[in-house]
């Protein structure tokens, strides 16, 4: 089984055959296994066997309940002192789980006279299950291999804000097949690791975690450009969540907010402030909170916003 494993990781492809037989030759060992093991427990009767499949059952459900809680209560402390690390915990908690499911399957299967029996003849059936086994090994394998990849290279981790494709949100989970994305709506979105890995990300965490917004106004070409200019400045400043991004050696050259005239359009000289934040949360809030506090600025001081309107002449 061992050189089998090892021909199939060299030549990088595994037919449905190869499949069935790998898992015939992995499920044999492991029931006989187990059955070498609960031998020792003597159950010469069908109310013997039935006691002992009822206790493997509860004593499977509470080491999953007790394996959860100690893993959850791991990922919060982690997370809520920053620890990039939780990602790889949350990782192999799931390879104990599935662990801990194969182990009690297996020794309840291996405990009902027959099972193990016509388990094998199953696998070793051919047909439609080698063709199942096969596709579902390699998609199965392929999404695996993709959570190693995203584990190894950390590409994110768990709280990492990122885009992808036509997703934004936040890391929430990496399981062993898939990774699920928490969006602002909080909505789960799942996607396979194989996928994910594989395609172009956006990470505002990565490295530097703090965030840059563009945050445009339009103003009338008969406003004061120069005045709009310093009042949302001022606004920025005055903004708790706004982040100074100067070095030591720029505070006495460059401006604590960076605005520009970005564009003379059609109707509006567009204006344009650089927003930094902490985070995207922050910086969001920092957006939002400027929407409020320039609107009545600019009323009170006469600024006027440009606003597409109809002029109706006859």
Known sequence: MLLRAFKL???????????????????????????????FFH???WFGRLVFIIIAIVVVLIA????????????????????????????????VLTGIY???????????????????????????????????AQDTLGNVAGGVMILFFKPFVIGDFVRYTDVTGTIEE????????RTPENKRIIIPNGTINGGVLENANYGDKRI?????????????????IEILRDEVMKQPLHVDVRTPENVAKEPEVKVEVVELADSAVVIRAWLWAEDQASASA???????????????EGIEFAYPHVTVTK
């Open 212 to 228: 840059c917004e563009f945050f445009n106004v339009g103003i009338t070409y008969e406003s004061d450009m120069e005045k709009a």
């Open 174 to 181: 990496i399981t062993l097949r898939h990774t699920v994305i």
């Open 286 to 300: 920092l957006k939002f909170a400027l929407n409020r506090s320039v609107k009545n600025r600019f009323d009170a």
């Open 102 to 136: 194969f182990i009690g399957g297996v020794v309840i299967v291996s405990s009902i006279p027959g099972a193990s029996d016509s388990l094998t003849a199953v696998l070793a059936s051919g047909g439609i299950v080698a063709v199942i086994v096969g596709f579902a």
């Open 64 to 95: 999953v309940k007790l394996v959860n809680k100690a893993f959850r209560h791991t990922i919060d402390t982690m997370s809520a002192v920053g620890n990039t690390s939780v990602t790889l915990i949350s990782f192999i908690r799931y390879v």
């Open 43 to 45: 159950l010469p009767t």
């Open 9 to 39: 990781e060299g030549s990088g492809i595994m037919t449905t055959d190869d499949a069935v037989e790998v898992t015939n030759d992995a499920t044999n060992s492991a029931i006989e296994s187990v059955q070498t093991v609960t031998s």
